[in-house]
T-cell receptor, first 106, second 120 residues
Framework: KNEVEQSPQNLTAQEGEFITINCSYSVGISALHWLQQHPGGGIVSLFMLSSGKKKHGRLIATINIQEKHSSLHITASHPRDSAVYICAVDTDKLIFGTGTRLQVFP | GAVVSQHPSRVICKSGTSVKIECRSLDFQATTMFWYRQFPKQSLMLMATSNEGSKATYEQGVEKDKFLINHASLTLSTLTVTSAHPEDSSFYIC????????????????FGPGTRLTVL
């Protein structure tokens, strides 16, 4: 069993839909990262969370430390949100989830 | 925000040659840099952790003589793929962390844009 599990693996949505990507982990962490990887490979760090909730534009990330679970939400999704979203937990090194491939169609 | 650059962004080389990839933190000093590789449609895998001025710590299964890492300064780490082979073709990503804050927590990691290596 992987230490970091993401779901779903693949997700398709129509423009405007509300999207949720989940991340569960089984190790003790100091922080959790949500990353975005566009076609071509470049990685953008979206959030780093150690508790609670963060919001940036249409993106919202939450974390529940007791339940070892985090969610990434995208409101009013847009085709440019199409990317792979990766959850990574910070122990003394990062452990990555397998990613969620999101495609948003117009 | 903090920026990490990688150079080159793409490189194509012949089998047997060596390739050097640079990772720079542009506006902060990184006490720790990490090197990852990613095979197509797979997750990132940590290769090694490097701290400025000391030898890199390699993950199990990563050949340290093949993947030479030099963290010469607080803003520069280099990964050299020696005697590259087609199976080394991959996407290599670095990240940089300020590290060890006074309260014992860690600052965030900042990722480079990656380098796509193709070995013919």
């Amino acid at each position: 069993k992987n230490e970091v599990e993401q779901s779903p693996q693949n997700l398709t949505a129509q423009e405007g839909e509300f999207i949720t990507i989940n991340c569960s982990y089984s190790v003790g962490i100091s922080a959790l990262h949500w990353l975005q990887q566009h076609p071509g490979g470049g990685i953008v760090s979206l959030f780093m969370l150690s508790s609670g909730k963060k919001k940036h534009g249409r993106l919202i990330a939450t974390i529940n430390i007791q339940e070892k679970h985090s969610s990434l939400h995208i409101t009013a999704s847009h085709p440019r949100d199409s990317a792979v979203y990766i959850c990574a937990v910070d122990t003394d090194k990062l452990i990555f989830g397998t990613g969620t491939r999101l495609q948003v169609f117009p | 925000g903090a920026v990490v650059s990688q150079h080159p962004s793409r490189v194509i080389c012949k089998s047997g040659t060596s390739v050097k990839i640079e990772c720079r933190s542009l506006d902060f000093q990184a006490t720790t840099m990490f090197w990852y590789r990613q095979f197509p449609k797979q997750s990132l895998m940590l290769m090694a952790t490097s701290n400025e001025g000391s030898k890199a710590t390699y993950e199990q299964g990563v050949e340290k003589d093949k993947f030479l890492i030099n963290h010469a300064s607080l803003t520069l780490s280099t990964l050299t793929v020696t005697s590259a082979h087609p199976e080394d073709s991959s996407f290599y990503i670095c990240s940089a962390r300020v590290g060890g804050l006074a309260d014992g927590s860690w600052d965030t990691q900042y990722f480079g844009p990656g380098t796509r290596l193709t070995v013919l």
